[in-house]
């Protein structure tokens, strides 16, 4: 009885690996025709017998399922999500085996994958398919996950979507793994064309430089993205009325980065969309003092002060961001609001006042203080015209200022200007 129950056994045994062998080769056969669907099908009834194959069994089968998961790129999403942790799987067994038959393939198919979904996201993210595009790049950073730089594009066109709680995921995993997106870029110009190129890196550059195909190279560091994703995975929080989790992810990189003038802004704008103005000025007026030569800290400073009330604060915010920046449009702009928003009250006290000789003489004086006023706001308007040509918004003002002066020969230019501009803008 004991060598009957032997004998038993070596046949049950033989008889199951003739069934992994046989479900292996109903795979192979189906990927050779092409045939995916009886591929996939053939994958299901082997995975079965998973757990009696050898290790030399189960490297191959993984291969096998990848494949026939993927499609040639027509898997569905869940498919080569399958299709990738199985490669994971054939990689990671193969290595512990110490025996890496099937990996250079597997490796293979992992590069024509990258390369797939990478120009398929790109794509996508050209044609403004943030969703699809998100998707894309995560699945290229999963087959390749020293490349973090595409779980930060997949993380940037879920928020852009907006797809807050996607994106959140991808903030967070790029928050947790210490990623900041600064490197060091290799730049030379081209001989021929005479434009500057980024090369991949530093040896190809300098093999280039070398051969006289490129000249003056120079290396640049890109700035860290530490304090775009911190922002952007508070305002999630935010938008989602979470706003402790919100200023708890600002302090933590505040403490961590204090003397990074970019979490310090962020930080500013989640008060800001939170509502407190306050605390916004309050962190504003902190970054200017860090960095007292920035023009955009100083024009934020002159937007909030102007939205309080306190048009004198404002102007004097707006001088100091073009003492600095004397091009800058918008604070010309604003100056000239600023500075025009005096002029409603003059028109209602005139509107009030009655026919007496008394109002009449009122009335001039008040008439004055408004041309007064024109002549303040009509430089900034004119220098914000010249700076910004299709500034419509300028020119209309001036215009007005004009007919309300009666200057009717600049009036008249201004009126040509701005059909101009809308013509242009028209695209006639």
């Known amino acids: 009885m004991k060598k009957l129950l032997t004998l038993v ?3 049950a045994i033989t008889s199951l690996s003739f069934a992994q062998k046989n ?9 050779k025709n092409s045939n995916f669907a009886d591929a996939k099908s053939a994958t299901t009834e082997a995975e079965a017998l998973i757990g009696s194959m050898d290790d030399k069994s189960k490297a191959k089968f993984y291969l096998l399922k990848a494949k026939a998961l993927y499609a040639n790129g027509n898997g569905t999403d869940a498919n080569v999500d399958e299709a990738i942790t199985s490669l994971d799987n054939l990689k990671a067994l193969e290595s512990k085996m110490g ?3 099937y990996t ?12 797939t979904f990478l120009t398929k996201a790109n794509d996508a993210f050209t044609n403004k398919n943030y969703k699809v595009a998100a998707k894309g790049f995560e699945k290229v950073y999963r087959m390749s996950p020293k490349d973090t730089l595409y779980l930060y594009y997949a993380a940037s066109s879920a928020v852009t979507e907006p797809d807050y709680n996607t994106a959140l995921d991808y903030y967070l995993q790029l928050k947790n793994m210490g990623y900041s997106g600064a490197q060091m870029n290799y730049y030379a110009t081209n001989v021929e064309t005479g434009e500057e190129e980024n090369f991949a890196n530093k040896s190809s550059r300098d ?3 070398k051969a006289k195909l490129h000249k003056d190279p120079r290396n640049e560091k890109s700035e860290s993205k530490t304090a775009e994703i911190v922002k952007n995975i508070a305002l999630i929080y935010v938008s989602q009325g979470d706003n402790e989790k919100a200023l708890g992810a600002m302090a933590d990189a505040r403490a961590e980065n204090p003397d990074d003038i970019g979490l310090l802004l962020s930080e500013a704008n989640v008060y800001l969309k939170m509502g407190n103005k306050e605390k916004f000025r309050s962190l504003m007026e902190e970054a200017t003092e860090k960095d007292p030569t920035n023009a955009e ?3 934020n400073l002159g937007v909030l002060a102007a939205e309080g009330g306190n048009s004198e604060a404002a102007i004097k915010y707006y001088e100091k961001a073009l003492a600095i920046n004397p091009n800058y449009v918008d604070a010309y702009n604003n100056l000239a609001v600023v500075i025009l928003n005096g002029e ?6 005139m509107n009030n006042l009655g026919t007496s000789s008394a109002d009449n003489k009122k009335y001039d004086e008040l008439k004055e203080k408004r041309t007064q006023v024109y002549q303040q706001a009509i430089p900034y308007l004119e220098k914000a015209l010249e700076l910004k040509s299709t500034n419509v918004d300028a020119a209309r003002t001036l215009m007005n200022i004009y007919s309300a002066l009666g200057e009717t020969d600049k009036f008249k230019a201004m009126r040509a200007k701005i059909e101009e501009i809308e013509t242009s803008a028209n695209g006639n």
């Open 9 to 11: 056994l070596v046949v």
């Open 23 to 31: 479900e292996i080769k109903a795979i192979e056969k189906a990927l």
């Open 99 to 101: 025996k890496l038959k």
């Open 104 to 115: 250079q393939e597997a490796n293979e198919m992992t590069t024509g994958m990258v390369n």
């Open 207 to 209: 093999f280039s430089v």
């Open 297 to 299: 800290l100083q024009y």
């Open 344 to 349: 409603a009250e003059i028109v209602e006290q």
